[in-house]
Antibody
Framework: QITLKESGPTLVKPTQTLTLTCTFS??????????VGWIRQPPGKALEWLTV???????RYTPSLRSRLTITKDTSKNQVVLTMTNMDPVDTATYYC?????????????WGQGTLVTVSS | QSVLTQPPSVSGAPGQRVTISCTGS?????????VHWFQQLPGTAPKLLIY???NRPSGVPDRFSGSKSGSSASLAITGLQAEDEAYYYC???????????FGTGTKVTVL
């Protein structure tokens, strides 16, 4: 059973850099077609895709946040790390990581439970 | 900034049929990318409900069905039940953005 879990700070100050880790099990990021993405959801608002990293280290970012986002993977540790610079209160949201297998469909079939990040001084 | 548009809310009585539309454009649904649907119960992570336009993952009741035509897609729930009260999101891939896109979300209320 594929599982993913997000970890990181629950509170960050404006202008700080957020670092979140997604630790997963029962799949490998070295398997062709597999990727891990990050999606966020501000309180009471819609889902917003942020970024994805694939098995071949291909990375995609949502254009509006490209300059602030970095995604990396550690295949040996089964982890994906998201960094977001210059955090602002509008970045307050629940951040989810999710599994995608592009050899099947371009969608996120397994999700972590999410972690709420609050940006406040 | 969602590029897929959904109605903010739909409602129906138990047992009724409701549909949720998802309108995209020629850079996503209209160009042939599949549409997928998620159900999000309060306080929980989204759950994949329909993938590849009209396929249900194991365990999803056949009361849920999806369809796609042109630049739009729809999710239908037949035999509406109280437990179906949730937010529903469509999702696809966008050529212009070279990434994934989600819908604006629809709240389903069971009267």
């Amino acid at each position: 059973q594929i599982t993913l879990k997000e970890s990181g700070p629950t509170l960050v100050k404006p202008t700080q850099t957020l670092t979140l880790t997604c630790t997963f099990s029962d799949f490998s990021l070295s398997t062709s077609g597999v990727g891990v993405g990050w999606i966020r959801q501000p309180p009471g608002k819609a889902l917003e895709w942020l970024t994805v990293i694939y098995w071949d280290d291909d990375k995609r970012y949502t254009p509006s946040l490209r300059s602030r986002l970095t995604i990396t993977k550690d295949t040996s540790k089964n982890q994906v790390v998201l960094t977001m610079t210059n955090m602002d209160p509008v970045d307050t949201a629940t951040y989810y990581c999710a599994h995608v297998d592009t050899t099947v469909f371009q969608t996120f079939d397994y999700w972590g439970q999410g972690t709420l990040v609050t940006v406040s001084s | 900034q969602s590029v897929l548009t959904q109605p903010p809310s739909v409602s129906g009585a138990p047992g009724q049929r409701v549909t949720i539309s998802c309108t995209g454009s020629s850079s996503n649904i209209g160009i042939g990318y599949d549409v997928h649907w998620f159900q999000q119960l309060p306080g929980t992570a989204p759950k994949l409900l329909i993938y590849g336009n009209n396929n249900r993952p194991s365990g999803v009741p056949d009361r849920f069905s999806g369809s796609k035509s042109g630049s739009s897609a729809s999710l239908a729930i037949t035999g509406l039940q109280a437990e179906d009260e949730a937010y529903y999101y469509c999702q696809s891939y966008d050529n212009n953005l070279s990434g994934y896109v989600f819908g604006t979300g629809t709240k389903v209320t069971v009267l």
